[in-house]
């Protein structure tokens, strides 16, 4: 699994001139603590592990955090959950992503996958979002209110975030590709007062009109006040001015620059689990702990500031969405791409890198593959002469991907694997512009984070041995708690259950002798494609609403060579058969109640599905069997209700050569 010597190293000019560098120096110069070596990322990394008070305090002087009001210690107490950072600060998200960045500087770029492209400067992006505001009081809205977008990718709901932030109201959205099911599933749980709602989308070369389904979506969400119509892709509902105004109508008010304080764990947004066992999920992250994490991974990590463009291929749906907004409290042009990644040709991501001198680009091991397979030669035919790292997350990446990108875009580029997740809207591992890259691996652990590998019994397990991903202290950027969720019971039951006092993730890692992080996949059910977490419990409800089945189970299963496979099982009613009409009616169902992107890679007919004793599915045991691992030690046969479907899926999983 591990390699002798790193395939990549930092230049000089990395060692010495990263910001990472230039804070470690710094926390010598203040007497925070005297390192050995500035330019040592591990030394400064055990250092944030050990002292997370200290660190996270040193962050906020560093990057001269503006509190309204300040707290006497950043972490009176360490314990877990519960602990609270920065008692009795207050301070602004919004006034934070507004503070850098010069008037005429491109803030926002989106381009759409037909070439669509437009932009606001920093100086339109402040106006709009001051003109936004204004709106919103206008409408009542304020802190604890809560604000929802249904919209593609786009420049308006960057704008409305902000200003929702700006007001001290609560943020949450999904993307227009969800059935408005599936988007109420989530946002109707907030009660929100105002939603923002686009008219359509541009994928794999259509125009996808949403109106009607926008129409739907607002008659589910209870107490919505008012709709403000964006038109997205040509398109948008119609304006009624009692219930439904225009965005032009938003941006042409007057507003004022003033932010309005909160205190340092006021609701900022609310991100959704994936819905595995019923309805998702809110994670409710402050205003305080989002800053703070998205100081340290865009700006350490990634080493982004006002003379940066970052470009990350994501969605409103998924968290890479919020990690890539706060590229502006750097000061960088942040760049937003609505559409197919492949489309109209494979190299649209890279052409999209050149064009606009990008110099961190965020991408999935699935486009790295795509781009092998295609045969590319970016680096040959395109001028990435800008580009300094190519950020990687949302499944293994496989060893190859990286010796590709040496070969085929450039030695001199960093490829930062990355892991973290919607709990934190931040990184567990990474990299930073000091840490040597070996392939299959992972650089290092996150400053600020205390990672452990630990067995079941709660024993750290030595360097090169696998076991589940574990956090011993607190970091600030974890949930204020679950929405809906009085006493806590949902929230300590996700992290806290198995190991009392301390964070599991849910991942299974090795840490390695020298450091390095390997992720072997989620130790959950949890489907996770391409980075996108999808909720199986809206598949099931798709196709389990037809006659036609009787039952279902769907996994996502990791292999070997970086690729991720996600089968459905069906057991089919009496007279139905495995016809291509049945396949394309079980795609279309899922499609239309929850999304393409929950379609399944393939159906497969099984005469009957195991259930737990209690009527569960069996989906972690399922995912283990194909995945190669003994059925004696994943499932009981004692402790399922059909040992004969149990050993259905294990003769098709050794038909399959696993």
Same mark, same amino acid.
């Given at each position: 699994? &591990?390699?002798?010597?790193?395939?990549?190293?930092?230049?000089?000019?990395?060692?010495?001139?990263?910001?990472?560098?230039?804070?470690?120096?710094?926390?010598?110069?203040?007497?925070?603590?005297?390192?050995?070596?500035?330019?040592?990322?591990?030394e400064l990394q055990a250092w944030s592990a050990r002292h997370p008070g200290d660190f996270w305090q040193a962050v906020a002087d560093y990057y001269e955090v503006d509190f309204a009001d300040t707290a006497e210690e950043a972490l009176p107490?360490?314990?877990?959950?519960?602990?609270?950072?920065?008692?009795?600060?207050?301070?602004?998200? %919004?006034?934070?992503?507004?503070?850098?960045?010069?008037?005429?500087?491109?803030?926002?770029?989106?381009?759409?996958?037909?070439?669509?492209?437009?932009?606001?400067?920093?100086?339109?992006?402040?106006?709009?979002?001051?003109?936004?505001?204004?709106?919103?009081?206008?409408?009542?809205?304020?802190?604890?209110?809560?604000?929802?977008?249904?919209?593609?990718?786009?420049?308006?709901?960057?704008?409305?975030?902000?200003?929702?932030?700006?007001?001290?109201?609560?943020?949450?959205?999904?993307?227009?590709?969800?059935?408005?099911?599936?988007?109420?599933?989530?946002?109707?749980? #907030?009660?929100?007062?105002?939603?923002?709602?686009?008219?359509?989308?541009?994928?794999?070369?259509?125009?996808?009109?949403?109106?009607? %389904?926008?129409?739907?979506?607002?008659?589910?969400?209870?107490?919505?006040?008012?709709?403000?119509?964006?038109?997205?892709?040509?398109?948008?509902?119609?304006?009624?001015?009692?219930?439904?105004?225009?965005?032009?109508?938003?941006? %042409?008010?007057?507003?004022?620059?003033?932010?309005?304080?909160?205190?340092?764990?006021?609701? $900022?947004?609310?991100?959704?689990?994936?819905?595995?066992?019923?309805?998702?999920?809110?994670?409710?992250?402050?205003?305080?702990?989002?800053?703070?994490?998205?100081?340290?991974?865009?700006?350490?990590?990634?080493?982004?500031?006002?003379?940066?463009?970052?470009?990350?291929?994501?969605?409103?749906?998924?968290?890479?969405?919020?990690?890539?907004?706060?590229?502006?409290?750097?000061?960088?042009?942040?760049?937003?791409?609505?559409?197919?990644?492949?489309?109209?040709?494979?190299?649209?991501?890279?052409?999209?890198?050149?064009?606009?001198?990008?110099?961190?680009?965020?991408? &999935?091991?699935?486009?790295?593959?795509?781009?092998?397979?295609?045969? $590319?030669?970016?680096?040959?035919?395109?001028? #990435?002469?800008?580009?300094?790292?190519?950020?990687?997350?949302?499944?293994?990446?496989?060893?190859?991907?990286?010796?590709?990108?040496?070969?085929?875009?450039?030695?001199?580029?960093?490829?930062? &694997?990355?892991?973290?997740?919607?709990?934190?809207?931040?990184?567990?591992?990474?990299?930073?512009?000091?840490?040597?890259?070996?392939?299959?691996?992972?650089?290092?652990?996150?400053?600020?984070?205390?990672?452990?590998?630990?067995?079941?019994?709660?024993?750290?397990?030595?360097?090169?041995?696998?076991?589940?991903?574990?956090?011993?202290?607190?970091?600030?950027?974890?949930?204020?708690?679950?929405?809906?969720?009085?006493?806590?019971?949902?929230?300590?039951?996700?992290?806290?259950?198995?190991?009392?006092?301390?964070?599991?993730?849910?991942?299974?890692?090795?840490?390695?002798?020298?450091?390095?992080?390997?992720?072997?996949?989620?130790?959950?059910?949890?489907?996770?494609?391409?980075?996108?977490?999808?909720?199986?419990?809206?598949?099931?409800?798709?196709?389990?609403?037809?006659?036609?089945?009787?039952?279902? $189970?769907?996994?996502?299963?990791?292999?070997?060579?970086?690729?991720?496979?996600?089968?459905?099982?069906?057991?089919?009613?009496?007279?139905?058969?495995?016809?291509?009409?049945?396949?394309?009616?079980?795609?279309?169902?899922?499609?239309?109640?929850?999304?393409?992107?929950?379609?399944?890679?393939?159906?497969?007919?099984?005469? &009957?599905?195991?259930?737990?004793?209690?009527?569960?599915?069996?989906?972690?045991?399922?995912?283990?069997?194909?995945?190669?691992?003994?059925?004696?030690?994943?499932?009981?046969?004692?402790?399922?209700?059909?040992?004969?479907?149990?050993?259905? #899926?294990?003769?098709?999983?050794? %038909?399959?050569?696993?």
């Amino acid at each position: 699994m &591990s390699v002798a010597e790193p395939q990549w190293i930092p230049s000089q000019r990395q060692l010495t001139g990263a910001r990472v560098v230039r804070f470690a120096r710094w926390l010598g110069e203040r007497g925070v603590t005297k390192l050995a070596d500035p330019a040592d990322y591990a030394e400064l990394q055990a250092w944030s592990a050990r002292h997370p008070g200290d660190f996270w305090q040193a962050v906020a002087d560093y990057y001269e955090v503006d509190f309204a009001d300040t707290a006497e210690e950043a972490l009176p107490d360490r314990t877990m959950p519960g602990t609270h950072w920065f008692p009795g600060a207050t301070l602004n998200f %919004a006034h934070h992503m507004l503070r850098r960045g010069d008037d005429g500087r491109d803030a926002v770029i989106l381009i759409r996958e037909d070439g669509h492209r437009e932009s606001v400067s920093f100086a339109e992006l402040r106006s709009q979002v001051a003109s936004v505001t204004a709106r919103l009081r206008a409408l009542g809205v304020g802190p604890g209110d809560r604000v929802v977008g249904y919209l593609p990718n786009c420049i308006e709901g960057v704008v409305a975030f902000v200003a929702s932030a700006a007001v001290g109201a609560t943020w949450s959205q999904t993307a227009l590709d969800y059935g408005p099911r599936a988007a109420a599933d989530r946002l109707a749980q #907030l009660r929100p007062t105002v939603l923002f709602a686009g008219g359509g989308y541009v994928f794999k070369g259509e125009t996808r009109d949403r109106r009607d %389904a926008v129409e739907e979506l607002r008659g589910l969400l209870p107490g919505l006040v008012h709709t403000i119509a964006v038109r997205t892709a040509g398109l948008s509902i119609d304006a009624d001015h009692d219930v439904v105004s225009t965005w032009e109508e938003a941006v %042409a008010d007057e507003g004022g620059r003033d932010m309005r304080p909160v205190p340092f764990d006021h609701p $900022l947004w609310v991100l959704f689990t994936s819905g595995t066992t019923g309805h998702p999920k809110g994670i409710v992250h402050g205003h305080g702990g989002a800053l703070m994490e998205q100081l340290v991974s865009p700006g350490f990590h990634m080493d982004l500031d006002e003379n940066d463009v970052f470009f990350w291929y994501t969605s409103p749906n998924w968290m890479m969405w919020n990690a890539q907004v706060c590229g502006l409290l750097h000061g960088s042009t942040i760049v937003l791409y609505d559409g197919n990644p492949t489309s109209p040709t494979t190299d649209a991501l890279w052409r999209l890198v050149a064009d606009l001198g990008v110099t961190v680009f965020g991408t &999935s091991p699935g486009y790295l593959q795509a781009s092998a397979r295609a045969g $590319l030669e970016p680096g040959r035919d395109l001028d #990435l002469s800008r580009l300094q790292l190519i950020g990687v997350t949302g499944s293994v990446l496989p060893a190859a991907c990286n010796a590709w990108v040496r070969q085929h875009v450039s030695p001199d580029v960093q490829v930062g &694997s990355m892991s973290g997740g919607t709990d934190v809207v931040g990184v567990f591992v990474g990299s930073a512009p000091t840490t040597p890259v070996y392939d299959g691996e992972i650089c290092a652990p996150a400053l600020g984070v205390a990672i452990e590998a630990w067995d079941e019994s709660g024993h750290r397990v030595p360097p090169g041995v696998a076991g589940e991903m574990v956090i011993t202290e607190p970091m600030p950027s974890m949930p204020l708690s679950f929405w809906d969720d009085p006493d806590g019971h949902a929230y300590h039951d996700a992290y806290f259950s198995m190991f009392p006092g301390v964070w599991r993730q849910g991942d299974s890692i090795t840490i390695t002798e020298r450091g390095t992080v390997v992720i072997h996949g989620r130790s959950d059910s949890t489907l996770n494609r391409n980075g996108v977490r999808l909720g199986s419990a809206e598949i099931y409800q798709a196709v389990e609403s037809l006659t036609e089945v009787e039952d279902s $189970l769907v996994v996502g299963v990791e292999q070997p060579d970086g690729g991720y496979w996600m089968p459905m099982f069906v057991v089919l009613a009496p007279g139905i058969d495995a016809s291509d009409q049945t396949v394309e009616l079980l795609r279309s169902e899922i499609a239309r109640r929850a999304s393409a992107r929950h379609v399944p890679d393939e159906f497969v007919v099984a005469p &009957s599905l195991p259930h737990t004793r209690t009527g569960k599915k069996l989906e972690v045991p399922v995912k283990r069997i194909l995945q190669g691992a003994d059925p004696e030690r994943v499932s009981s046969a004692g402790a399922v209700d059909d040992p004969d479907a149990l050993q259905w #899926l294990v003769e098709y999983a050794r %038909a399959r050569g696993v």
